[in-house]
Structures are given as structure tokens and as C-alpha cells.
């Protein structure tokens, strides 16, 4: 027996635009901040296992920064999926529970999550438009019901 089922495809960023500015002003002020680093200290004074943890730590302030931009979590017939640097797949028959959950007087930042729970496991969506909220409401409804 299955509860929900989308009436349309829902897809869209997974993160607000507010989110989105914030993290690429912290992830800029990161970079500017390890450029000025490199900069003023002689790294390879200091050993190379330093040198190789400072590129290390650029490329994945990078990565991370891009897929704060470029994700997205679509709702379909299928399940939910969401993009990113660890892509997150949930088919609708394998749904036990679902719940949303915010952090208060900072939805403007942080909007509410989907954790969605699947036997012993579970996930965690994040919506960034307000279609994709709406959507998040009535699934978190049709997984309340069922107990």
C-alpha cells in the first residue's frame, strides 16, 4: 500500500537562495583568507604534509561550494532524490516515517528538512524553493497519518 504519490513532478534547487549567498560569501572569505595565507608564509618551509593539507582543504572548499550551488532534489512517482557531492535516492515503497524538522527563527536560512525514514536508515532532504516545501508538507502529512 502506498501513501503518497506526487500529483507532478517537483524538482528544484536543494538549497534557498538565501542559503546559497551565505555559503558563497563564507566559502569566498575562506579562499581569500587560505590565499592570504599562502601568500605571507613560506609553506614549503614548513614541510610538504602542510603544502599537500592546504591544497587539499581548497579543493574541497571548492567542491563543496559548487554543490551548494548546483544541487537539486526532485519528487516523483519513484521516490525522492537528491544531487550532490553524496547523491541520496528514496524509493516510496521503502518509506516507513516522515517527518519535517526546522531550526525556529532561522527558516530564513536554513528552511525545514524531509528526514525520511527507511527501516533501520535514514535521510535527510533539503528543499530550496517553496514549491518544494509545500511538497515536503504533504508528504511529512501522508507519513504522519499512517500510525
Known amino acids: 500500500m502506498q501513501l503518497y504519490q506526487p500529483q507532478n513532478t517537483v524538482s528544484g534547487p536543494t538549497y534557498s537562495t538565501g ?16 590565499a592570504s595565507v599562502v601568500l605571507r608564509f613560506p609553506l614549503m618551509q614548513f614541510g610538504f604534509g602542510l603544502a599537500v593539507s592546504l591544497a587539499c582543504a581548497a579543493l574541497l572548499l571548492a567542491i563543496s561550494c559548487y554543490w551548494f550551488l548546483r544541487s537539486t532534489t526532485t519528487i516523483d512517482d519513484k521516490g525522492i532524490r537528491q544531487t550532490g557531492m553524496h547523491n541520496k535516492q528514496v524509493e516510496w515503497r521503502n518509506v516507513s516515517a516522515a517527518k519535517l524538522i526546522g531550526i525556529p527563527f532561522m527558516s530564513w536560512l536554513f528552511p525545514p528538512r524531509l528526514v525520511v525514514r527507511t527501516g533501520n536508515s535514514i535521510a535527510t532532504f533539503n528543499g530550496g524553493t517553496r514549491e518544494m516545501l ?13 500510525r
Do not use: H
Open 134 to 146: 509545500i511538497e515536503f508538507t504533504k508528504i511529512a502529512l501522508a507519513f504522519n497519518t499512517k
Open 19 to 34: 542559503f546559497k549567498s551565505v555559503a558563497t560569501v563564507i566559502c569566498t572569505i575562506l579562499a581569500a583568507y587560505g
